[in-house]
């Protein structure tokens, strides 16, 4: 029976068993935080009224927020084009959702620095409602960048394997 340095006792097999099984647990956090951004698409959909139903204290969007205040004169003259912003909003959540779900690592980079532009404008606009849009807003950011981070495992383990086999 050989072992290994590192497994404590643990022969070749079981080893690359423990390694496969740890690299399909990173594989499924990935999938996992992947899916929030679906979850996001959503519930910005019921924020911004682009589903036709408007929820606004749990889910607020506040770049929408703020356009809404200090564009008011253009949403005035032109009431599709809000419409539109929250559909291009949903939209690029959607985009990113497809492409973390692709193994993509930036686009969890993109949602976490998204988020985290919006987060700014729902501080300044910050009111008894928007109280919870911030935890939801900090949840969505933590979850991004576990996925983000179990990417960036994956990526070490595969240069690790590819190291082991190169000798």
């Known amino acids: 029976m050989q072992t290994l340095n ?6 070749d097999q079981e080893y690359r068993a423990a390694e496969e ?19 996001a698409a959503i519930m ?17 969007i506040g770049a929408i927020d ?13 009431g599709l084009l809000f419409r539109a912003v ?4 949903i939209v690029l959540l959607l985009l990113l959702g497809v492409a ?6 930036w686009a969890f980079w993109v949602g976490i620095i998204l988020y985290g532009a919006d987060l700014m404008c729902v501080i300044v606009m910050m009111n008894v409602f928007t109280i919870l849009t911030v935890g939801v807003h900090g949840f969505l950011m933590m ?17 690790r394997a590819a190291a082991a086999k190169a000798k």
């Open 143 to 159: 979850q991004w960048f576990k996925g983000q981070r179990a990417l960036g495992e994956l990526g070490e383990e595969a240069v």
């Open 6 to 11: 590192v497994g404590a006792g643990r022969t």
């Open 100 to 105: 973390a779900r692709k193994n993509q690592r």
């Open 21 to 39: 099984s740890r690299r399909e647990d990173l594989r499924s956090e990935v999938q996992t935080s992947a899916f929030y951004f679906f979850v």
């Open 86 to 89: 929250g559909t291009a909003w």
């Open 44 to 60: 910005a959909g019921l924020g911004t009224g682009a589903m036709f139903i408007k929820l606004i204290l749990i889910v607020n």
């Open 66 to 78: 703020l356009f809404m205040i200090y564009g008011r004169d253009l949403i005035r003259d032109n």
